[in-house]
């Protein structure tokens, strides 16, 4: 399968401290989207996840690498395109942001047709209208305002808007974060059933493995600006490669599906460190249960370790053969 979207050695670096130092959000990842995936994208707040997004929606100059959408250049660090005319749209976790509060819903659904000048006002009218349906919201809602609607009906207007201009892919970062955990799942249901009806393609973005588990053909592990580990759902959660891919699978067990369900207890130590000054070697080493010397001497490779599945871990065999790595109760 050629994929739709591919991502090459994506580097994105903000200067911080007063223009003194470099801050390396996104630090060379690379990845494929085919048709019709969902790619969930998952790690600790601040570990460069809403970057991707921003990059794969040209919404900042990436500093490295390439960004290509069909074989089409869309990003380099000498141009960046327009995301909507590529085939991009973007969820964010804020669903009233999106949403302007003094218009009815229809008018900020027909808005963006109109700017492209798309179709007639009853032409684009109807369009709005079967979009609500498809999204699971009442038509009658059209001439409410915002205010007057749920958090999950808004992130469904978002999804309707996004889908009126018929992107190929919908990244949706933390768009569900906000919302009560069975709405979660609802909107979750709805991106199936999007992914099925529209052969579209997903991002999606959390820091929630459950989420992610839940909805991602494959999932990659970001840890402080790079890929831990990237993989079919069902090859990480039977045989993940990495330590900390294997940490947040422990962290939050019973929001997990069954067959993901970990009976291993890890508690990360300490705090993830600062991209400004990320650890020698392997980044992951300061928190990592397993870590040697070689670790702080060497960074790993990105190794394949399996059909489609990749980390970077010296001792990722080791790690999937279920190696403990369970942390040692702290003396008294
Ligand atoms: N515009 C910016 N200027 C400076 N630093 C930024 C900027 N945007 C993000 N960062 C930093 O980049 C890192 C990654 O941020 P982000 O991609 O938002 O992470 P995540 O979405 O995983 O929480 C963080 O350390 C964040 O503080
Ligand atoms: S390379 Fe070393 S520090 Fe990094 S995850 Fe593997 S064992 Fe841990
Ligand atoms: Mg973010």
Same mark, same amino acid.
């Given at each position: 399968?050629?994929?739709?979207?591919?991502?090459?050695?994506?580097?994105?670096?903000?200067?911080?401290?007063?223009?003194?130092?470099?801050?390396?959000?996104?630090?060379? %990842?690379?990845?494929?989207?085919?048709?019709?995936?969902?790619?969930?994208?998952?790690?600790?707040?601040?570990?460069?996840?809403?970057?991707?997004?921003?990059?794969?929606?040209?919404?900042?100059?990436?500093?490295?690498?390439?960004?290509?959408?069909?074989?089409?250049?869309?990003?380099?660090?000498?141009?960046?395109?327009?995301?909507?005319?590529?085939?991009?749209?973007?969820?964010?976790?804020?669903?009233?942001?999106?949403?302007?509060?003094?218009?009815?819903?229809?008018?900020?659904?027909?808005?963006?047709?109109?700017?492209?000048?798309?179709?007639?006002?009853?032409?684009?009218?109807?369009?709005?209208?079967?979009?609500?349906?498809? %999204?699971?919201?009442?038509?009658?809602?059209?001439?409410?305002?915002?205010?007057?609607?749920?958090?999950?009906?808004?992130?469904?207007?978002?999804?309707?808007?996004?889908?009126?201009?018929?992107?190929?892919?919908?990244?949706?970062?933390?768009?569900?974060?906000?919302?009560?955990?069975?709405?979660?799942?609802?909107?979750?249901?709805?991106?199936?059933?999007?992914?099925?009806?529209?052969?579209?393609?997903?991002? %999606?973005?959390?820091?929630?493995?459950? %989420?992610?588990?839940?909805?991602?053909?494959?999932?990659?592990?970001?840890?402080?600006?790079?890929?831990?580990?990237?993989?079919?759902?069902?090859?990480?959660?039977?045989?993940?490669?990495?330590?900390?891919?294997?940490?947040?699978?422990?962290?939050?067990?019973?929001?997990?599906?069954?067959?993901?369900?970990?009976?291993?207890?890890?508690?990360?130590?300490?705090?993830?460190?600062?991209?400004?000054?990320?650890?020698?070697?392997?980044?992951?080493?300061?928190?990592?249960?397993?870590?040697?010397?070689?670790?702080?001497?060497?960074?790993?490779?990105?190794?394949?370790?399996?059909?489609?599945?990749?980390?970077?871990?010296?001792?990722?065999?080791?790690?999937?053969?279920?190696?403990?790595?369970?942390?040692?109760?702290?003396?008294?």
């Amino acid at each position: 399968m050629t994929d739709l979207l591919t991502v090459e050695d994506l580097r994105v670096t903000f200067m911080v401290n007063m223009g003194r130092d470099p801050l390396h959000a996104v630090d060379g %990842v690379s990845f494929g989207l085919a048709e019709g995936e969902s790619l969930g994208i998952i790690g600790e707040s601040g570990s460069g996840k809403s970057t991707i997004a921003r990059a794969v929606l040209s919404l900042l100059k990436i500093s490295q690498g390439r960004i290509t959408m069909e074989g089409r250049e869309i990003a380099t660090p000498q141009k960046h395109g327009k995301a909507g005319s590529y085939g991009v749209q973007i969820i964010f976790q804020d669903p009233h942001a999106a949403l302007n509060p003094r218009v009815r819903i229809i008018r900020s659904l027909v808005e963006p047709l109109e700017i492209k000048g798309e179709g007639t006002a009853s032409s684009r009218r109807d369009a709005a209208l079967e979009m609500l349906t498809k %999204v699971g919201i009442n038509r009658a809602l059209a001439d409410r305002y915002p205010h007057e609607l749920s958090g999950g009906q808004k992130q469904r207007i978002n999804i309707a808007r996004a889908l009126l201009l018929r992107p190929k892919i919908l990244v949706a970062d933390e768009a569900t974060a906000a919302l009560d955990v069975s709405i979660q799942a609802d909107i979750l249901n709805l991106y199936r059933d999007l992914q099925e009806e529209f052969g579209l393609s997903f991002v %999606v973005i959390t820091h929630d493995l459950a %989420v992610a588990s839940y909805v991602s053909d494959r999932i990659a592990v970001m840890y402080l600006g790079k890929f831990a580990e990237l993989g079919p759902s069902k090859a990480l959660a039977t045989t993940a490669a990495h330590p900390y891919t294997r940490a947040l699978m422990s962290a939050e067990p019973e929001a997990l599906p069954k067959h993901m369900q970990s009976t291993e207890r890890l508690v990360l130590r300490g705090e993830i460190p600062s991209p400004v000054s990320p650890p020698s070697g392997c980044r992951f080493r300061t928190r990592c249960p397993i870590a040697t010397e070689r670790c702080a001497a060497e960074a790993p490779a990105w190794r394949e370790m399996g059909p489609g599945h990749h980390a970077a871990c010296h001792y990722a065999e080791e790690v999937m053969a279920g190696r403990p790595l369970t942390t040692p109760e702290p003396a008294e």
